[in-house]
């Protein structure tokens, strides 16, 4: 059986796949591999398992942008994740965390918010490129805290890090694991974490919502879907084989190194997830007219 991965070798979703495919392959007494598929936001991998054999031996881990967002922002795609795909099981969520240059005026979310508010477009927010999740994250803090600052974009973590550091920009939303050691060495403020929880890595950083902005929250997150039309027999034994996994300490203990929450659930609660998202973000794409 194959787990295709949207994205290269190395990337948290590949390194998810691979340790669920290596718990699988124990449950179901037969291997599990990962086909990594790269390029064009992840649509490439994702239109290879759309237009697989619905027979549950190929099936994909999605982030956001495959399973939702995607369609929301690419003219081009060759398949419809709502259409498409039916739902496995939603594995867990990485909330975008908000971090700050060290020697930033601003120490907190709210800091931040009224500095952006005294000084319009006068702040320069970093992210990991056009139509990511820290892109669209910062659309809807500007949207939901009546701000506005401008924007560089990255090709990833490490370049947005580097200019952190070294103060040629003012903030930075990405996902949170890569920013860990900076935080921690003193390198970066970490402002906030736009999930509903704090972090176990980062306690004492508090989230959104405790910082002012009510029920703000943005995740990366991750989900198995299978081909429309795989068996629903299929889909249940791998929704089972996934929870019992998820429930484990090893699991547990792994994807919390990554920055990523658990969730698990039902396929009908990832299907109800996803259409909640597809609400959210739709509006915010709009109105920052992100598309390619």
Do not use: C
Request: aromatic share 8%.
């Amino acid at each position: 059986m194959t787990i295709v991965v949207p994205f290269t070798a190395g990337t948290t979703s590949d390194i998810i796949a691979r340790g669920l495919a290596q718990n699988l392959s124990q449950s179901f007494g037969q291997p599990f591999i990962i086909d990594n598929r790269g390029g064009a936001g992840g649509n490439i991998g994702a239109a290879f398992v759309a237009h697989a054999a619905p027979d549950g031996y190929t099936i994909l881990l999605a982030t956001t942008g495959q399973a939702a967002t995607n369609k929301l922002m690419y003219h081009n795609m060759t398949f419809d994740p709502e259409r498409d795909f039916v739902p496995i099981v939603l594995v867990g969520k990485s909330p975008i965390i908000i971090v700050a240059r060290p020697d930033a005026p601003f120490s907190t979310l709210k800091e931040f918010i009224d500095y952006a508010k005294a000084n319009p477009n006068k702040t320069t927010a970093g992210f990991p490129g056009n139509g990511t999740l820290g892109h669209i994250t910062g659309e809807l803090l500007q949207h939901n805290a009546a701000i506005k600052f401008s924007y560089t974009q990255y090709r990833g973590s490490a370049a947005i890090l580097v200019d952190l550091s070294g103060s040629h920009i003012d903030v930075g939303m990405d996902s949170m694991a890569a920013y860990v050691p900076s935080v921690e060495a003193g390198k970066i403020k970490a402002l906030a974490i736009a999930g509903p929880n704090r972090w176990s890595k980062l306690p004492n950083v508090p989230t959104a919502s405790e910082s002012g902005l009510t029920g703000f929250e943005a995740s990366v997150w991750y989900a198995l879907l299978a081909p429309a039309g795989t068996p629903p027999d299929v889909t249940a034994k791998l929704n089972l084989a996934t929870n019992e996994y998820l429930r484990s300490a090893g699991a547990k203990a792994f994807l919390d190194n990554l920055g990523v929450q658990i969730a698990g659930g039902t396929p009908d609660q990832l299907k109800a997830f996803t259409a909640s998202e597809l609400e959210k973000w739709a509006p915010i794409i709009k109105s920052a007219n992100i598309s390619f």
